[in-house]
């Protein structure tokens, strides 16, 4: 079967400096995988990779069999919130529409099924009363559902949250962490950065801890919040 995501022996970055180095990774239907690493661990550069943004030096990354440019219309990407030009006069519903470009094209309007997708985002995320409203009127947590529901409208197979849960309450967490749940009981795989360790624990069912390359890869039920932490400020966790 083809896996939403493989990659292997993956070395990429940047021109004067490779981030990752030699990194393997399979994500399957479904699953729920937590990305940890410290700061400039190059989480956001192996999300950034996955999306063919990042030069490949050498190695390779599949989606859904694909090269990633040629996939990236299965793939989802909700980027830290502070990285969204908020101040953009536009309404929630164009912005989601925003998602669907490259289903749509640069030579075509949007059609029935472009719109039926963003409403079908909205109703997901609870946005559909907000759809009027100007985008940079909205509160922490309901820009974070717009980003969620841009990225849901392309109806994709890959989802790449980039800290999904940074400046989020609580109750907006529990409430998307309830949809997450259902888009991969339904068959999409997700892969989350994140410095929530206790939000990596209790959601995800996979946790991978990145130092350059996969220094972590364990059921999130495998070790305990203290010892993510651990990893996270010494870059290990000694294997269970
Ligand atoms: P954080 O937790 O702080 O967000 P991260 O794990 O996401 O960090 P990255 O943002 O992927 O880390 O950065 C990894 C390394 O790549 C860092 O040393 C960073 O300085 C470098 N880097 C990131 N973006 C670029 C860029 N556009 N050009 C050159 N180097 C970059």
């Known amino acids: 079967m083809t896996l939403p995501l493989s990659i292997r022996n993956l070395t990429a970055g940047y021109p004067q400096q490779p981030v990752l180095e030699g990194l393997n990774l399979d994500l399957e239907a479904g699953e729920f995988v937590g990305l940890i690493g410290a700061n400039g661990a190059g989480k956001t550069t192996l999300l950034r990779s996955i999306l063919g943004l990042v030069p490949i030096h050498c190695g390779s990354i599949q989606v859904l069999g694909k090269p990633p440019i040629t996939a990236r219309a299965q793939i989802g990407y909700?980027?830290?919130?502070?990285?969204?030009?908020w101040d953009?006069?536009?309404t929630v519903e164009q912005a989601v529409l925003s998602g669907r470009t490259k289903a749509i094209g640069w030579f075509r309007r949007a059609g029935t099924s472009d719109w039926r997708a963003v409403y079908s985002a909205l109703d997901r995320t609870e946005l559909t009363p907000l759809r009027n409203r100007v985008i940079g009127e909205l509160s922490g947590g309901q820009k974070q559902r717009v980003l969620l529901a841009r990225a849901?409208?392309?109806?994709?197979?890959?989802?790449?949250?980039?800290?999904?849960?940074?400046?989020i309450d609580a109750p907006t967490q529990t409430c998307l962490n309830r949809l997450y749940q259902e888009?991969?009981?339904s068959g999409l795989a997700i892969l989350m950065s994140t410095h929530d360790m206790v939000a990596a624990r209790a959601y995800c069912s996979?946790?991978?801890?990145?130092?350059r390359c996969l220094v972590l890869d364990a059921p999130a039920s495998q070790?305990?919040?203290?010892e993510l932490y651990t990893f996270l400020h010494h870059d290990r966790v000694s294997p269970a």
């Open 152 to 167: 849901l409208a392309s109806d994709p197979q890959l989802l790449l949250l980039d800290e999904p849960f940074t400046g």
């Open 223 to 226: 070790h305990s919040v203290e």
């Open 88 to 90: 953009f006069p536009i």
């Open 78 to 85: 909700v980027p830290q919130k502070h990285l969204f030009q």
């Open 183 to 185: 888009l991969t009981a």
């Open 206 to 211: 996979r946790i991978i801890g990145l130092q």
